[in-house]
């Protein structure tokens, strides 16, 4: 029961780390109907600018100005790749996004260096026993820093006029520029939204470990989590991402006993094929949108 | 196998013989003097000549400069050049200097590149003087255009035993994984031993010298395969604890090794971490991984360490200068003396050519000056296998007040496994 339980509290840290990835992808989408495949790229960013910033100033200050910054790059990237593609297929969009997640990440990666980074966090490797039960600080951090960052985009979302304008156009762009929304506005804040919680889930991702450049793998792990949590619930992100990271986690340490037959580490299929589960039953995700099509 | 190929670079010598005293031939052999110059000598100075006098041998690098195993790849690299340096101003080799900066390439760790990077320069180097990936190194060795062609492996896989046109350096991780345990018996009294490893060559070669190890010595024996990546160790931690090992053998990357140290030690695991040699990065004692590393890991190496009192570490010191000192910068350094000790041969009897070089490789019988910075053994391709192989193994415990962060524990030594290991295939095939 312990191994269970520790298994649980290291999938509810990396679990978070998904959520926080997922949040932005559904944000971007929620806005323009595309799905971002920038992200790793700002999650990797953000993770080595803390990298470089956390010395000179302390890890806190470090993972505020990172964040800011990371979210003004990407505000930049809509501006410059974005922006000017709307209107395009939605097809298009998307795939300028993995351009520009190579792109950012190659400028990032040169910054990586050739050996590993740390980022300088106060929790390492430090542990808690709660009921017998180990529990990791940065998994705790983790945690509890997703549960405030939900809570502040919720209310976000309910009580701001930007937020309003977000929602609305969320559900139906063209009445939204009607009513007078800047639509390009709510892109724009969309993506500096998205590649904040990016930069935010690279510091918890890079926690407790040395990093190099592919640290942007991890956030692949988000793609699964949107389409199982639906790709246009804020919710669904969240209990995907902590889904996904608590059967993943719980899966690889029974890996030897549920799937002796296996050589590799099984915990890396979970998040596929808890998607394709899902999928068969619900195929808008468990709290997506069902499509309606007229005919 | 050994003999057909001598044969085959006899008679490749001969031929380029030949046909190098009728003027240049097909292959880019021409005849300067009394030499026979091949590809990627001239009588031409090198580009940073430091004697304008004398010709230009331009070796290869290919690396990983800019990818995962960087890390590895840029210190071998510096080391390499800064040996290299030192013998131009030294002297140089007979009538010429050795150029090993024009033609270094990143492979970026990817076979396809590796690949693209060497069609770039096989015409221009006489061999290659660093090929970093088991893999990679193997396809270009497959190379029609690189038939006659000696490549110095940063790697250290037990395969290399059985190429011809291999220069291998160094215990293989094999022979590594098996004097881990051998120490983890012999000196802690271990009775189970667990191995945590990559999948393909480096983790299965060093995974399989500790199961042969563990088995001729009675202990049981946990394999965990895991994959890259230092937020994919759930799995491996959690092996590593049920298997309650008292020596543990990885072979990973330093990311990993992080992980599965911390991990496991932070959950109360009390065994002993043995890390194969591309566990290492001195940056892992700034990472939260490093109490853990500190009480709990050593790194197995056949190399004397950087700070090693010899005349050659002596030398590479002086020459890194304010470099930070890095073992792979040693190693890279070392790699060196056996192809000085090659070129040198092959000025001496006037055939810079790759079928002269190839003849000259496999007559070669370990015999090689390195002013100490070689493991015992090296440079032995005349032998078969088993004679070629290198057995020892020097332990180095972390330690953050050194420069390379690591320093000796103990003598040299060659465990009874390895000793006696009978080497028939690459010990990656017996997984």
Known sequence: ??????????????????????????????????????????????????????????????????????????????????????????????????????????????????????IGDPWGLDVTTIGGVQVQHRHIAAFVVTGLVVALLFAFFRFTRMGLAMRATALDQEAAMAQGVDVGRVFAVSWALAGALAAIAGVFASAGNPIDQNLWIIALTALPVIILGGLDSLGGAVLGGLVIGIVQAVVSTYHSTWFPFLDTNSGAIVPYVLMLLVLLVRPQGLFGTKEVERV | M???????????????????????????????????????????????????????????????????????????????????????EEGGIGDYEVDVTTYVKDNKYDPDTHAEVFAEINDEVLLIAQSLGTIATEAMLRDNDADELLVLPATLGSNWLFEDRVLEIGTSYCAEGMNAVDYGVDELGADKVAAVHFPGDYGDDTA???????????????????????????????????????????????????????????????????????????????????????????????????????????????????????????????GGYILKALLEEAVESGDLTRGGLLEIASSMSGDIESEGMLPDGSGNYAGDPNEAAVRVTQLFTPAADTDAGVEPMGDIFTGPTAEGHDFTEACYLQK
């Open chain 2, 2 to 88: 050994r003999r057909s190929v001598r044969r085959l670079g006899v008679l490749a010598a001969v031929t380029t013989l030949v046909l190098a005293g009728c003027g240049r031939d097909d292959g880019g052999s021409e005849a300067e003097g009394e030499a026979t110059l091949g590809t990627g000598v001239t009588s031409e100075p090198c580009p940073d000549a430091v004697d304008e006098s004398k010709g230009c041998i331009y070796l290869g690098i290919i690396s990983d400069l800019t990818g995962v195993f960087a890390g590895v790849g840029v210190p071998l690299t510096d080391g390499g050049q800064a040996f290299w340096k030192r013998v131009n």
């Open chain 1, 1 to 118: 029961m312990t191994e269970l339980l520790t298994a649980v509290s290291i999938g509810a840290g990396n679990g978070s780390v998904y959520a926080l990835l997922a949040l932005g992808f559904v944000i971007i989408y929620k806005a323009m109907s595309v799905i971002s495949f920038a992200q790793p790229a700002f999650m990797l960013s953000g993770a080595v600018l803390v990298s470089h910033l956390s010395p000179r100033m302390g890890f806190v200050a470090a993972v505020v100005v990172g964040t800011i910054a990371i979210a003004v790059v990407a505000l930049v990237v809509e501006r410059v790749a974005v922006r000017p593609m709307v209107g395009k297929a939605v097809f298009v969009i998307a795939i300028i996004t993995i351009g520009i997640d190579i792109v950012v990440r190659v400028v990032a990666g040169a910054f990586v260096g050739v050996d590993p980074r740390t």
């Open chain 2, 208 to 334: 399989v010298g500790a199961r042969i190890a563990a088995e001729a010595r009675g202990a049981d024996f946990t394999d965990i395969t895991t994959g890259p990546g230092a937020d994919q160790q759930t799995a491996a931690v959690a092996e590593v604890l049920k298997s309650e090992a008292d020596i543990v053998v990885v072979a990973t990357g330093p990311l990993e090794l992080a992980a599965v140290v911390g991990g496991a030690v932070s959950q109360g695991f009390q065994g002993k971490f043995v890390g194969a040699i591309p566990t290492w990065n001195a940056a892992l004692l700034q990472s939260p991984a490093a109490p853990a590393i500190e009480a709990s890991y050593l790194w197995a190496s056949s190399f004397p360490g950087y700070d090693a009192d010899t005349p050659g570490h002596e030398a590479m010191r002086e020459a890194a200068g304010d470099a930070p000192a890095n073992e792979y910068f040693a190693m890279g350094w070392s």
